[in-house]
Structures are given as C-alpha cells and as structure tokens.
C-alpha cells in the first residue's frame, strides 16, 4: 500500500505517553481478539499520524506473559497503523552493547511459552514467513533516529524472547549467549509474529538497560537498575520517536511485508470457517475479501 505513512509506536517499560503528539487523543479501539493494553493515543508528529499504545498499559499494569499481543496488533491494525515500531528496555549478553546503547533488533529466538501467537485458527490456516522478521527499512530509519536524538545504537542484533517475569538464571543467560542472542527480554515474541500476520512492517528499537545475569562478577540483574537506566535514556527513545517522523519521507512506499499474506493462507475456500474469518476482518480483510486493501 502507497501513500501516507501511520506510525504505530508499541511503548514498552517506562513509555506510557508521548509528549510530543499535537491533536492528540486517546481513542477506546475495540479487537475481535480481547482487551488490549490501553486506549490507543493518536495524534501526529512533524505532520506524520502517529498511534501509539504504550504495552503494559498506562501504569505498568499488565505482566508480559499476560499481555495481550493478538488485541494489541490487532486494534493497531484497526487504527489504521501501516507500520509498526515497538520500543523495548532489555539487558545485554554482549559486551559491547553496554546499558544505555540501543539496538536495532533484526533476528529473534523465541523461547516464550504458552502465549498465543497466531490470529489464525482451526479452519482457516496460515504460514507466513519470519525468515526476515524485521521490517529492513522501519529498522533503518528507526537506527538513524536513534542517531539523530545523540543516542548510540547498534544496527542488527538477535533478541532472546524469555516467558518471565523472573529474570533469567546465570546458566540460562549464558546458554542464550552461547546461541548467539545478544539482547533479552519479554515481550518482542510473539509480538513480531503477530505484526508479520497482520502485514505490518515491524521494527524493534532495543534499549539496553543492564548486562543481565551472565557476568560472574557482578551482581545479577534487579529492577532497580533497570529503572535508573531507563530513566537516564528514556529521553533519547522519546526524542529519537520525534527524529524518525521528522526523516520519513512524506510519501510510503509498498513494502514486501504488506502482502505477506497474500499466498499465505492454504485452507480451501469452501472448507474456511465463517466465524474465524469475521475474527480475522482487520488482520486479513485484504485477502479474505478478495485482494482489496
Ligand atoms: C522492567 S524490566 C522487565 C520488563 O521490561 C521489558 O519490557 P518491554 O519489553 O515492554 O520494554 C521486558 O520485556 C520486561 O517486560
Ligand atoms: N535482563 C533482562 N531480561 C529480560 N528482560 C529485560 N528487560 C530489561 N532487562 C531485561
């Protein structure tokens, strides 16, 4: 889909608004997939649509486990997002990314359990492709954003989506590094999942906020750090949220991703369930109802 961009802003632990949204409103957006975190802000920012939904609700109210990600893609999709940036605090298993650095997250492995994690059900089957999980171009602008509000960022790196809301033991933390992952935290999966079935270009700006639990020599990872990270940096993530609308061009051009569905869906029309398809209008309305958008 061409034409005007809508930004949605996914906001994570110590995001809960967007200062810098003028004609701002908070709007109530109802999903066929349950109650999502909050109402949704909308609003714009260097004349870009901007919908952000902060995560775990205004207050941190919701724990990642218990997030409801399929109502939360979902009513952004409703809301006429056409890309989505989700910002992330999470603790590093690599040196280099010390807290305060921010990561464009391009790969992920998903360890979360018993989350569900397809809007698609018993008759009316799906397989879209997460080779790719990350949108290249959200992910780039998004990097020179950072950039661009003075912050430091690393462009590419794996993330480690954990269950929670325990922090990891070290063994664990270890084990995640030895497999590559070089960020962690607990709600990217299946959050990214969900946007890729929805046709939602995804990009994940990680704010590293601790080194985890991996260093023998130091203390394991506590909330409280995390917390002080998060507010020494968070003004970078607010800021760099204000640079990336200032430096989309004023024109979107298609992406790949707004047709992942498009020879996704392998159920027979004859044999396709009507009340999953009236669940599926906002996800999947585009190829469902004929290929229109
Ligand atoms: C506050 S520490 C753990 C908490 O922070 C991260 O949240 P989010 O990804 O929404 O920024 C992490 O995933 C945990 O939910
Ligand atoms: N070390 C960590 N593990 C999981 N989630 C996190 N979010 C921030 N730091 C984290």
């Known amino acids: 889909m061409s034409g005007e961009w809508v930004l949605g802003i996914i906001g994570g632990s110590g995001l809960y608004a967007m200062d810098a949204l ?5 709007i109530e957006v109802k999903s066929s997939f349950g109650e999502p975190s ?49 910002i992330s605090a999470v603790g590093s ?20 359990q018993g989350r569900a994690s397809t809007f698609f059900d018993n008759g009316l089957v799906a397989h879209v492709s997460m080779g790719d999980p990350v949108c290249p171009r959200l992910s780039g602008y998004a990097a ?13 790196a794996t993330y480690l989506a954990m269950e929670g809301p ?10 995640y590094r030895s497999w590559g992952a070089e960020v962690i935290g607990m709600t990217g999966m299946p959050e990214a999942r969900l946007a890729r079935e929805a046709e939602l270009p995804y ?23 995390i917390l002080e990270t998060m507010h020494a940096n968070g003004e970078i993530a ?11 061009p004023e024109r979107r051009e298609a992406s790949p991703i707004d047709t992942a569905l498009e020879h996704a869906i392998i159920t027979a029309p004859e044999q396709r369930d009507r009340a999953v398809m009236a669940r599926l209008d906002a996800v999947a309305g585009r190829v469902l109802n004929g290929g229109q958008s």
Not at 144 to 156: L, N, S, Y
Not at 238 to 247: D, F, G, I, T
Request: net charge neutral; charged share 30%.
């Open 93 to 112: 298993l690599s040196e280099p990314l010390a807290p305060g650095h921010f990561a464009a997250v391009d790969q992920f492995i998903d360890r979360t």
């Open 203 to 225: 990009a994940l700006m990680a704010m590293v906020t601790d080194y985890d639990s991996w260093r023998d020599k130091e203390a394991a990872v506590d909330v409280s750090d």
């Open 38 to 86: 909050d109402a949704i802000l909308c609003g714009r920012i260097a004349g870009v649509k901007v919908r952000f939904l902060p995560r775990h609700g205004r207050g941190h109210r919701i724990l990642p486990g218990q997030l409801n990600a399929r109502a939360n893609i979902d009513a952004m999709k409703r809301a006429g997002c056409t890309d989505l940036l989700a």
């Open 144 to 156: 020179d954003a950072v950039e661009r509000a003075g912050g430091t960022v690393r462009r590419g």
């Open 238 to 248: 607010r800021k760099a949220v204000e640079k990336l609308c200032a430096l989309l």
């Open 22 to 26: 003028e004609d701002e409103q908070w």
């Open 166 to 175: 325990q922090f990891s033991t070290r063994a664990e933390s270890k084990l």
